[in-house]
């Protein structure tokens, strides 16, 4: 699976939402195409309007799908990017198409009321209260993508749906194409939950371009960073990307997962140069959560690597305040 969508061209990402019937999909995917002007496409109603089915199903009371027919329309509109797919299935479409899966999940007494109240009875009820408390649809997602894409996200509420939608939203906006990232991941860490321990990942590749970008606002013109010559002759490989530009995937990392968040502190060592064109992994790991009356200060572990092999280029402690984090179940507080 890895490398599933690599070598895309798109430059806005594409969001599968699925889940259980009821779990509030399209309400979901119609509000983030608002929020983010991307195009809406709820397969269910596709199926209908093009006829993509194989006629109805009497027992589960809906057409089948011909999946061959939905995945052949949907190609090239894919290929594009800026799509949000909502469909309760998720393993038949091609994998190389979503870098984002989001698996919506809804307490099942709150989907047993909303399926009731949308008519559903019988055996059709039973079998999708069971499919949500087996945990199917998330279960399909991983089989189906890269762990890193898929994010489950609880949907009880209109403040969950809010507060899904702005999480998804700002993953979006921050995305950045393949071409530039070689391994972009979002991280199943939502910025509703986090516990001791949990990672979040991101790869990049430092420019000359990013290079010359800091040295322009941080006036730090060090010939090491623009002369392959003075670089060689200070026992260097090449030109090298200024260490505080690569200590800035820390908090780039931890205000894209937790819009709001309040740096406050940050330990660095620098272990071993970075030279342009590096692919560089930072890796954030939440060491220790703290509550106060209504934030919660978290302690990460920071530490960047050559992507391709064990070598630490830099490392350190950071400390942030999140705001947002209602649903925090903190394993250690201090
Ligand atoms: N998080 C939520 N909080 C409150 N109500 C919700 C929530 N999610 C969905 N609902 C309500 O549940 C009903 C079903 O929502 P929606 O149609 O978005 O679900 P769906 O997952 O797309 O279902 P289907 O797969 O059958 O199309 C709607 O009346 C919607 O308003």
Known sequence: MAGANSGTRRQKPNILITGTPGTGKSTTASALAEATSFKHICVGDLVKDKNLHDGWDDQFESHVINEDLVVDELEDVMEGGGNIVDYHGCDFFPERWFDLVVVLQTENSILYDRLTR?????TKLSNNIECEIFQVMLEEASDSYEEEIVTAMQSDTIEDIDDNVASV?????????????VSRCFSSVTSKTLKVGDVLREARVFSSEDVKGYAEVSHDWNPLHFDQESARKAGFEDRLVHGMLVSSMFP?????????????????????????????????????????????????????MKNHSELTVLDGEATA??????????????
């Open 321 to 334: 305040i999140l705001p947002n984090l209602e649903m925090l179940q903190p394993s250690h507080t201090e």
């Open 169 to 181: 939203t700002m993953l979006a906006k921050t995305f950045v194409p393949r071409q530039l990232l």
């Open 252 to 304: 780039r990392i931890i205000s894209a997962h937790f819009p709001g968040a309040v740096y406050v502190s940050q330990t660095l060592h620098f272990r071993s140069p970075v030279y342009i064109g590096d692919d560089i992994l930072g890796i954030v790991q939440a060491t220790t959560l703290r509550q106060t009356k209504n934030k919660y200060i978290v302690k990460f572990s920071t530490k960047c």
């Open 118 to 122: 949308r008519g559903y009875s019988g």
